[in-house]
């Protein structure tokens, strides 16, 4: 269909009204197909938890020293030892959980060092990430404060590899009791008479692989041996997670509740890593390396609604949570660019934002079924939504993935509904809807590099009444943002029709639009 024959008028509803932040239309020079889309706003799903939107930090690379921790006496704007514009970018995009110290890293992780006067704390080689030396100057202490001065809530993953049951459950009544113990004294005294009340803490990281390389049945009687002694020190009621699959392994799955069954303490959560390989340098990608990272996102999908279905047949009232406390883009390394600027640096691109986009809808659509989902990483590490020029530059910049997550953000604690749509291709058309009271939000995502969408969403059980939208949008997939042109992808006011039951959006390829109706 002609860029002019998509501008018709949509059909969908009597009496069309166009409600845009822009009055006059931008014109897209691309070839458009006509989709149809049904968003049921009687039709309700789950609440979408904001945590679906959290994220993961580790001791790797510049993520943690260097991405947002410099030190008190950096050169780098700073509060406190903390970077700054990472900091303000982060609290700006509301990161309503973060996930620390590891990843891999947390299985070699000794909390105890990461204490005390900063000077006096050992310095340990980080034998996942490069054998280099760090010198504890981030540790617990640290990590409440970063936490504190984002808005976010504190998720620690626990050292099962190489730690005891003992090292962990020390570490949380130091976090949590409040008072009159040895270790909640220790705690005053390194600066916080308040206790942290850390809810989630995870059992293990990855215990199938860096975290032991445990088979599921020995993962089970470490989990059961573990959980024994993770208790409410003063009252924190506890969010425990334990290790689940690598992608969608659900043998990992069956295993791991078979052994479990009848044990007293169940775990709270359990957490699936799915990463979507690339097979090219971030930049450099091809419409086909491309198009197979993105359709990856299908397979997570899938992989959302066969592990819950596993899990329900062990746990049918779902008093056990499924979630993604690792997901994202994990792409081809660029030799050059790790050296330069840490391990797992990657540049983050157009098809980077599109994918972080399919992800998120993914999780709203599933929200029934997700209660946390963390993307990896935060900073300077594989999928990130702040870059910085390596560890020890000035710079540091919003990634096209930020916009992307502040693009989804409206959908936050808003309920899901159901949509459908008749497209099946695993990379085309992305949807995802939720209601809150007089408000629906819509995000629609073309994945498509080579066509364009007129899409037409008839909204049935409410009436809509007017609304806005933006677009986040580049042609092209391999563009982002550098340190010298930060805005390259940035979001913009975008036209949307809205009639009484139906609205409809021009997409251009790969785009991702998010509308936000006001229902009469
Ligand atoms: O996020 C990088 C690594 O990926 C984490 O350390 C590990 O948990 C996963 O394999």
């Known amino acids: 269909m002609s860029d002019s024959l998509s501008r018709r008028r949509f059909a969908g509803g009597a009496a069309i009204s166009l409600f845009s932040a822009l009055t006059a239309r931008k014109s897209f020079s691309f070839q458009a197909r006509t989709r149809s889309v049904a968003v049921h706003a009687d039709v309700p799903v789950a609440t979408i938890r904001p945590e679906l939107d959290g994220s993961f930090a580790e001791h790797l690379g510049t993520c943690t020293y260097g991405g947002m921790w410099v030190g008190k006496n950096s050169p780098i704007p700073n509060i406190n030892g903390y970077r700054k514009q990472a900091v303000e970018f982060l609290r700006e995009l509301g990161i309503p959980v973060l996930r620390w110290p590891g990843g891999c890293f947390a299985d070699d992780y000794h909390w105890r060092d990461g204490i005390g006067p900063v000077e006096k704390r050992p310095k340990r080689v980080n034998l996942w990430w490069g054998s280099y030396t760090e010198d504890n100057s981030f540790g617990t202490h640290e990590f409440i404060g970063l936490c504190k001065l984002i808005g976010a809530e504190p998720y620690i993953a626990g050292n099962v590899g190489s730690g005891t049951p003992q090292e962990?459950?020390?570490?949380?009544?130091?976090?949590?009791?409040?008072?009159?113990?040895?270790?909640?004294?220790?705690?005053?005294?390194?600066?916080?008479?308040?206790?942290?009340?850390?809810?989630?803490?995870?059992?293990?990281?990855?215990?199938?692989?860096?975290?032991?390389?445990?088979?599921?049945?020995?993962?089970?009687?470490?989990?059961?041996?573990?959980?024994?002694?993770?208790?409410?020190?003063?009252g924190t009621s506890l969010v425990l997670v334990a290790c689940g699959p690598s992608s969608?392994?659900?043998?990992?799955?069956?295993?791991?509740?078979?052994?479990?069954?009848?044990?007293?303490?169940?775990?709270?959560?359990?957490?699936?890593?799915?990463?979507?390989?690339?097979?090219?340098y971030a930049t450099k990608f091809t419409v086909e390396t491309m198009r197979e990272q993105l359709a990856s996102f299908a397979a997570m999908e899938k992989a959302i609604i066969q592990q819950r279905a596993l899990m329900d047949s062990y746990d049918p009232d779902r008093k056990i949570g499924l979630m993604i406390d690792e997901w994202g883009v994990w792409d081809r390394m660029a030799p050059e660019e790790e050296k330069r600027y840490g391990r797992l640096w990657q540049q983050i691109t157009m098809r980077s934002a599109i994918a972080a986009g399919l992800g998120l809808n993914v999780f709203r659509r599933q929200a029934d079924k997700l209660y946390m989902c963390n993307i990896a990483q935060t900073v300077n590490v594989l999928h990130a939504v702040v870059l910085t020029d390596g560890g020890n530059g000035m710079r540091a910049i919003r990634t096209p993935a930020w916009y992307a997550f502040d693009l989804l953000k409206p959908h936050r604690g808003k309920t899901s509904l159901r949509v459908d749509h008749e497209s099946a291709e695993p990379v085309g058309l992305s949807v995802s809807a939720s209601r809150e009271a007089n408000q629906l939000v819509v995000t629609l995502i073309n994945a498509r590099h080579d066509e364009g969408m007129r899409v037409n969403c008839a909204v049935a059980g409410a009436q809509a009444s007017g609304g806005t939208a933006r677009i986040l949008h580049h042609p092209d997939f391999n563009a982002c943002n550098t340190f010298d042109n930060p805005d390259v992808i940035v979001p913009k006011a975008h036209p949307v029709e809205v009639g009484r039951s139906s609205v409809a959006v021009d997409l251009p390829p790969l785009s991702i639009v998010t509308a936000v109706l006001a229902l009469a």
């Not at 390389?213 to 089970?220: I, Q, R």
């Not at 169940?266 to 690339?278: T, V």
């Open 168 to 234: 962990l459950r020390d570490w949380v009544e130091y976090c949590n009791y409040p008072s009159g113990s040895t270790l909640s004294d220790e705690r005053a005294a390194n600066g916080s008479p308040e206790p942290f009340r850390v809810r989630h803490w995870g059992v293990g990281n990855e215990n199938w692989g860096c975290g032991g390389n445990m088979s599921p049945e020995v993962y089970a009687d470490n989990y059961a041996r573990f959980a024994t002694y993770l208790r409410p020190f003063g």
């Open 248 to 280: 969608n392994d659900l043998d990992w799955t069956r295993r791991f509740f078979d052994s479990l069954r009848g044990h007293r303490r169940p775990p709270n959560a359990y957490s699936m890593h799915f990463y979507s390989g690339g097979k090219s």
